[in-house]
């Protein structure tokens, strides 16, 4: 019935129903307590009478529709009406009438006569139900079978649907697209493309009005059908034959009926099918983040199977193997979830099994589980040593996946010890097992890591080739947002290198593809890189353009790293432009921001630059000051470990103690300069190198003045 409360019956399980129902009760709740507040002051004084003019029509109201008002006043059970306190209503009927004349409209509304109605959802589905033709209840009934929701394909495979009668469905409001778009609205036609192209949506309350009407024969076929075509879907996933987005895409959606399949599969011991989708579910778990669902459903799954297994059935050795599986899988749901402790217990178990059965695939993924475990404890030592056992065994197994697997792990623990030639050397020998495993995840792995070995080894010529091919490799995954940030970095790597027109190319590149992905966070760190660059080139109207567009979108996205670097690039401009309080300034602002971060070595940077302002102004004694309290508690000789922009840091520190005559200075220029020497003769490229030594200014500004002090020291020896 219009403006019922059961008007928009097929959307009555969606999420905006509730806050729907609530508003309504809190609107008639309001004009009911309107009208009672005015019953009560009409009929509490005996003066009422008085007020009533002779002349007051009171046709419109009578007395059996003032009774009706009060019995649905002060009756608890009426539809959203219910009521605190009671009004006196044994006053003259005139008076009242009279003073609600007004209010003879609503009334009237309220009061309104409706035809009888059904009282349960479950009898307006009944009446529902009567109207659909055989045909059509036939196939909603199977359609109970899904859950949440559904392809085309799906419908026709499990439930033998056709388009037709789907649409007919959808048009009686059983069914509808699976959109928040179509779902709440009026009732509309399913085109032909919306059913190839989408998905459809069964509403919960019919599922289960349909699903206590399917016979239990036809429901265990349905079950069946239903297990062997989407647990069939994860068993048909091989890497590489599909994209991993593209197939991510297409099951996700289907998560409630995978687990449902899973799940009855499970219980109806089902082990080759289970077993078939096993990696296909690891897959999809690691993809879609579902690791606390996987782990409830594997922990589930492990129980059932050490039954079966248990057991002296021809399935007993086909579910002791299922089970080890099983248990790496849910081992790593839980290393994700952070239960280490988990981890322990049911890795163990699993490779308990693997032995007594021989099966090395799962003892292989064991050790690496266990040594993943005890890594992410902080026990580095027993983590190497399970790496250590995995990998012989993966040798003497000829296994090259597991290989690349053990030899990637054993170099990020080597790494993340700061053990970087021992991380490299495990790196490089994964390299030509990339060929035979042809694995793009891994690969991609791997040279990420190659790139950040390399770089932290200073060989940025290496690094930035390792970092185009993690880009190539994304690019063939199309992990967009992946190559964005890469490019960025390559472009940074460029920026080293001093390479200045590959680095623009490369910022403007990652820049683009940001704008393109609305990844406005790596989009402010390449514009922030072009200004860079420009102010390298000492081309600074191009430099400070770029700068306050990236300040802009980092201030817009609250990137205070990003807002640091665009603040320290324009000091610099204005440092070299002569501007020396407007550098001092964003000196202050960045020095803000660096606090705020609280990092030691941002701290330490924005310090030496203040100290260069200070010393374009003259004040060499607070220079000093500023650059004593940078290099506190600072060995010169340790200058060489710092991070870039260490030369800078070297070069401006040197500046303001040569000023000040201090004998530090000579010392600070020899560390600078044998730093930019280590770092040059890592660069293989011959171009490269001269660009790294003559292209980027404080390299440049370095040598002249070592050469400077040679020529000095030869000319005081003569």
């Not at 099966?359 to 589980?369: H, N, R, V, W």
């Not at 940025?460 to 199309?478: H, S």
């Not at 402010?524 to 990236?550: N, R, T, V, W």
Request: proline share 3%; charged share 15%; aromatic share 8%.
């Amino acid at each position: 019935f219009q403006h019922d409360f059961l008007e928009g019956l097929r959307h009555i399980d969606s999420a905006s129903f509730q806050a729907w129902r609530i508003a309504r009760q809190v609107t008639y709740r309001h004009q009911i307590e309107q009208l009672q507040q005015k019953v009560a002051s009409v009929t509490a004084s005996p003066k009422t009478m008085m007020l009533v003019p002779a002349q007051s029509p009171v046709t419109h109201l009578n007395e059996q529709d003032l009774a009706e008002f009060r019995r649905r006043v002060h009756d608890p059970h009426y539809p959203f009406l219910t009521l605190v306190g009671t009004g006196e209503m044994g006053k003259p009927r005139l008076a009242l009438a009279s003073a609600l004349q007004a209010d003879t409209p609503l009334l009237q509304s309220i009061l309104r006569k409706q035809t009888k109605r059904p009282r349960t959802l479950q009898a307006v589905l009944a009446g529902a139900w009567q109207v659909l033709s055989p045909a059509e209840r036939t196939v909603l009934l199977r359609c109970s079978i899904f859950c949440n929701s559904f392809t085309l394909e799906a419908a026709i495979v499990v439930a033998s649907a056709t388009s037709d009668v789907l649409s007919q469905l959808a048009a009686h409001g059983f069914l509808a697209p699976e959109s928040p778009g179509n779902w709440v609205g009026e009732r509309q036609e399913i085109s032909g493309e919306q059913l190839n192209g989408g998905r459809l949506h069964i509403p919960e309350l019919v599922r289960q009005f349909a699903a206590v009407q399917l016979p239990s024969a036809v429901a265990a076929e349905l079950q069946a059908c239903h297990a062997d075509y989407y647990l069939g879907l994860l068993a048909a996933w091989e890497a590489g034959e599909v994209g991993e987005q593209q197939w991510r895409d297409r099951l996700q959606p289907d998560f409630a009926n995978l687990r449902s399949a899973w799940m009855w599969a499970t219980d109806q011991g089902l082990v080759p099918l289970l077993t078939a989708a096993l990696e296909g579910w690891d897959c999809l778990c690691t993809w879609t983040d579902t690791y606390l669902e996987s782990a409830i459903h594997l922990t589930h799954t492990a129980g059932r199977l050490r039954g079966v297994a248990a057991g002296n059935s021809s399935q007993a050795l086909p579910a002791k193997a299922l089970l080890a599986r099983v248990l790496r899988s849910l081992a790593m749901c839980h290393r994700a979830l952070g239960q280490y402790t988990h981890v322990l217990q049911v890795t163990q178990e699993a490779l308990e099994l693997a032995m007594h059965m021989g099966d090395d695939k799962a003892e292989l993924s064991c050790y690496f589980e266990l040594g993943a475990a005890a890594h992410f404890q902080g026990d580095d030592t027993q983590a190497r040593q399970m790496m250590e056992k995995g990998l012989t065994l993966a040798q003497q197994q000829s296994s090259s996946y597991w290989q690349l697997r053990y030899l990637l792990a054993l170099g990020i623990i080597a790494r993340e010890v700061q053990d970087h030639p021992t991380a490299l050397a495990y790196y490089k020998t994964a390299l030509p097992l990339l060929h035979q495993v042809a694995n793009p995840l891994l690969e991609a792995d791997l040279f990420n890591h190659l790139s950040m070995v390399y770089l932290a080894l200073g060989d940025f010529v290496q690094a930035a080739d390792c970092l185009q091919q993690y880009v190539t490799v994304n690019q063939q995954r199309g992990e967009m947002i992946q190559v964005a940030v890469a490019t960025s970095n390559l472009g940074n790597l460029w920026l080293l290198l001093g390479d200045f027109a590959q680095a623009i190319a490369t910022f403007r590149a990652a820049q683009q593809l940001c704008a393109a992905l609305g990844e406005q966070r790596v989009e402010a760190a390449c514009l922030s890189g072009l200004g860079m660059a420009f102010a390298q080139l000492d081309k600074m109207e191009a430099a400070e353009g770029y700068c306050q567009q990236a300040y802009q979108l980092a201030e817009a996205e609250d990137l205070q790293q990003t807002l640091r670097e665009v603040r320290i690039t324009q000091g610099h401009i204005r440092l070299r432009q002569g501007q020396v309080a407007a550098a001092r300034a964003a000196y202050e602002q960045a020095m803000t921001l660096s606090q705020t971060l609280g990092g030691t070595e941002e701290i330490r940077e924005v310090r030496v630059y203040r100290a260069a302002v200070l010393l374009a102004q003259g004040e060499n004694m607070q220079a000093l000051a500023e650059i004593n309290a940078a290099l506190q508690g600072f060995n010169p000789d340790g200058f060489d470990t710092f991070p870039m922009p260490a030369q800078q840091i070297l070069l401006t520190a040197y500046q303001v103690l040569a000023a000040n005559q201090h004998w530090w200075a000579p010392k600070i220029l020899q560390q600078a300069w044998r730093l930019v020497q280590n770092q040059a003769t890592k660069i293989s490229n011959a171009r490269l190198r001269d660009a790294f030594l003559t292209n980027v200014p404080v390299n440049r500004e370095l040598g002249r003045l070592i050469l400077q002090s040679q020529a000095q020291v030869l000319a005081l020896g003569n």
